[in-house]
């Protein structure tokens, strides 16, 4: 497997062409607005590739399988003998089969995750005109530099403010009751990940404010400036946040399917010092 550098990223996108539900998660690093590392087994045209960045994401192409041993050999010296804990999200079936030889030695917890696809006529039939639902006392803002530092861990996602306002978008809600700007601050939504047309979703309601439908209004005017630039707002939460999943469905969300994440525990006789 040999390192690529981010002008050769652009050789791997075929092989993460067919991710559903992490696309965006995939192209903000190949398209280099957040960083990340890309491993593949040839240069010139790979057939299997590695890329870490949140995850440690797999993908081949099919009937790699050769290729395949020789890139689980290489997962396992040059990533999971080197990290205490490797999240890892297998995209194609070749590495799932593969990866299944060597997990026996590791320690390993499953984590779902759970990905919806946005029915766009149900979200216009639900949400059309929605900006007069928003609650008397609130105005509804693009994020700025000021009211982004605000926004729920965006500096450590995006590596900085200024690289979210280059590459990504999202919308606050403000209390007009308070002088305060910082706590004026109720609710935002904005982009956690932008890559190839495609944009994950963050949402997050300071406690005081939920249920006041802050963060259905602030997702409605993320949505229609979503599609109104021909971006798909991708949506995903874990198993245990139903909060989330209620919002997806009222916004007109549908058809949930799974994607399952692996979090690799490497024991201490197998990590290199």
């Not at 995006?158 to 601050?185: I, K």
């Amino acid at each position: 497997m040999q390192e690529l550098s981010l002008s050769a990223f652009e050789r791997v996108k075929p092989l993460f062409h067919h991710v559903r539900g992490l696309h965006a998660a995939v192209f903000t690093v190949l398209e280099g607005h957040q960083a990340g590392r890309v491993w593949a087994d040839q240069i010139a045209n790979p057939n299997t590739a590695v890329m870490i960045s949140d995850f440690c994401y797999l993908t081949s192409n099919p009937g790699s399988s050769d290729l395949q041993a020789d890139a689980v050999k290489w997962l396992e010296a040059e990533v999971l003998h080197h990290r205490e804990y490797t999240p890892i999200v297998c995209l194609t079936e070749p590495w799932e089969a593969a990866l299944q030889t060597i997990l026996p030695a590791y320690g390993v917890q499953r984590y779902v995750l759970r990905k919806f696809d946005l029915d766009i006529q149900r979200y216009r039939e639900l949400h059309t005109g929605w900006q007069k639902h928003i609650p008397a006392g609130f105005a509804l803002h693009r994020l700025n530099a000021q009211t982004a530092l605000d926004a729920d861990a965006m500096a450590a996602i995006w590596g900085s403010v200024e690289n979210f306002l280059a590459h990504g978008f999202g919308f606050c809600m403000l209390d007009e009751s308070q002088s305060d700007a910082h706590l004026a601050f109720a609710a935002s939504v904005q982009t956690v990940f932008v890559g190839d047309h495609h944009a994950e979703t963050g949402v997050e309601t300071r406690a005081a404010y939920r249920r006041k439908g802050l963060a259905t209004a602030l997702c409605c005017a993320y949505i229609d400036h979503c599609l109104q630039n021909g971006i798909y707002p991708e949506w995903g939460c874990g198993d245990d946040n139903e909060p989330s999943e209620r919002l997806a469905y009222k916004l007109g969300y549908t058809n949930k399917h799974e994607i399952t994440m692996l979090y690799v525990h490497t024991p201490e006789h197998l990590l290199e010092k």
